[in-house]
């Protein structure tokens, strides 16, 4: 069962790598760069998160599923659910409930699935919250890359250089590790569940984990992601037309106070976590030590 379950994700992998690869051909080489550049940044600095270095290989299968597999299937379950909800609840309430409700429910889920893959092709691989946190922000930083191939390509069409410049600032720099901190938090919750709980309370661990990205999810996309829609729209008058370009005080004091506001809180308990288990790693190294000493 297993062996069967590993080749149909393998076969599911294979084919959401050839669309990321046609996807780049046909991507300009300067949005490749914009989208991919910030990306790789963020994935060496949470690489480097872990102690004792996961290997490289598993890092990269993360990030590859978060580039491919995560987003071509959430696209298609989006359309599917969004699709369905129109014709049952009717547009206006599907609007409310799509990114309140849908889209981070299907995306958490699509990139969480990899730490479940990851678990199962390599049971040892997550060993707590650390290595969790760092594959589940790995996915991420994925994601985000493979998102804003498209959201780049739109700004350079609807603002040319300038409003590619832009996307660039706030989506591929600014905005990077909004994925990765979501995930990272389910990745986290696994990571401690697997630990030392069992049974229910292992369950529950991951339940709460899952919860919590998809509720910082939610709050970025209702709240972070429209105030910042608004900031950059910037009109001269209350409901007018946008600004060519929006005032130097929007983009490099609001937008990021923004992202502080909706993101900063997760990624700071997140760093909590990492900073408590490594505290208990540093303990557990001292005492063997000291045992060893003794003995």
């Known amino acids: 069962m297993r062996r069967a379950v590993l080749v149909l994700v393998a076969a599911i992998v294979g084919w959401s790598l050839v669309d990321l690869v046609v996807t780049l051909i046909a991507t300009p080489p300067v949005i490749v760069v914009g989208a991919g550049a ?32 995560a987003p071509l299937v959430s696209l298609a379950l989006n359309d599917s659910v969004r699709a369905w909800l129109g014709a049952t609840i009717g547009a206006p309430r599907t609007a409310v409930l799509a990114p309140a409700v849908v889209g981070p429910l299907i995306e958490e889920s699509a990139k969480g699935a990899a730490l479940a893959m ?33 959201y780049l390509a739109i700004a350079a069409v609807q603002g040319g250089q300038g409003g590619l410049e832009r996307a660039v600032y706030t989506r591929a720099v600014l905005g990077g590790f909004n994925h990765a901190a979501f995930t990272a938090t389910t990745g986290a919750a696994v990571g401690a569940a697997l630990r030392g709980r069992a049974g229910v309370a292992r369950a529950g661990a ?29 009109p001269e008058i209350p409901g007018g037309p946008c600004r060519a370009s929006p005032a130097a005080r929007r983009l490099y004091v609001d937008i990021p106070l923004v992202l502080v506001a909706c993101v900063g809180p997760g990624i700071a308990v997140l760093a909590v976590v990492a900073g408590a288990a490594r505290h208990r790693a540093r303990r557990r190294t001292i005492a063997a030590g000291a045992g060893a000493r003794d003995g």
């Open 38 to 69: 910030p990306a790789l940044v963020f994935a060496l600095a949470i690489a480097r998160v872990d102690p004792d270095r996961a290997p490289a290989a598993l890092l990269a299968a993360a990030f590859v599923w978060g580039a491919s597999v």
């Open 118 to 150: 990851l678990v199962l092709a390599r049971p040892r691989a997550i060993a707590g919250p650390i290595d969790g946190l760092v594959y589940g922000a790995m996915v991420g930083i994925g994601f985000t890359m493979a998102e804003n191939l498209s």
């Open 206 to 234: 991951i339940v709460a984990g899952f919860t919590a990205a998809v509720v910082q999810h939610a709050i970025w996309n209702v709240v972070g992601s429209r105030a910042i829609t608004a900031l950059l729209c910037d």
